[in-house]
């Protein structure tokens, strides 16, 4: 992409060099296109139509800077969840030296951190599964062990909302539809 700077001191010449192509984004241009179809740049606009432009580029670059975030954050956590789980799974065999409960735990820990790193290819699917093992395995024990339930249950509320808000963001990636998102 050969982007250009749209600053206001070379613009009065973009705008009367009479330009076959976008000055920002290269496209070709209809002759007399106001606008750029491609990334709505003003090519032949005024100073208010390049005002609104910049605003609205700052605007999705904005927007697309929190859906990252949120992104990584929800991968960041199937990380931190897999880092529970293996101390989990020794503590619980330190308590009980128990085989199986070591095993399982340690495989769902390797699961959390396939799906994170999945998560760089496929954010959505990844982070959406990472949520539903979390949401089962929390199922499961609540049921088998009723009392853990309560136990740290501000930190798991901050996990499956971090998730969900993951899920969501990613979503929005995976559609491509950034330009959809009301700006
Ligand atoms: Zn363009």
Redesign the pocket.
């Known amino acids: 992409m050969n982007q250009v700077d749209p600053t206001f001191e070379n613009w009065e010449e973009i705008r009367h060099s009479n330009a076959a192509?976008?000055?920002?984004?290269?496209?070709e241009?209809i002759e007399n296109a106001r606008?750029?179809?491609?990334?709505?740049?003003p090519?032949t606009g005024d100073e208010m139509d390049l005002k609104r432009y910049k605003w609205r580029s700052e605007k999705k670059e904005d927007l697309k800077g929190s859906i990252q975030k949120q992104v990584r954050v929800g991968r960041n956590v199937l990380f931190i969840v897999a880092g529970f789980n293996v101390v989990g799974a020794f503590t619980n065999f330190g308590m009980f030296s128990d085989y199986g409960m070591l095993i399982s735990l340690l495989i769902i820990a390797a699961c959390y951190v396939a799906l994170a790193r999945w998560s760089y290819k496929k954010p959505f699917a990844a982070i959406l599964s990472g949520l539903v093992i979390y949401m089962l395995t929390q199922i499961y024990s609540g049921i088998t062990f009723p009392e853990t339930i309560v136990r740290g249950i501000v930190f798991k509320v901050v996990i499956v909302s971090a998730l969900i808000r993951g899920v969501a963001n990613a979503r929005m990636i995976s559609r491509k539809n950034m330009e959809a998102v009301g700006v």
């Open positions: 192509s976008c000055q920002n984004c290269g496209t241009l606008f750029c179809d491609v990334c709505g740049y090519t």
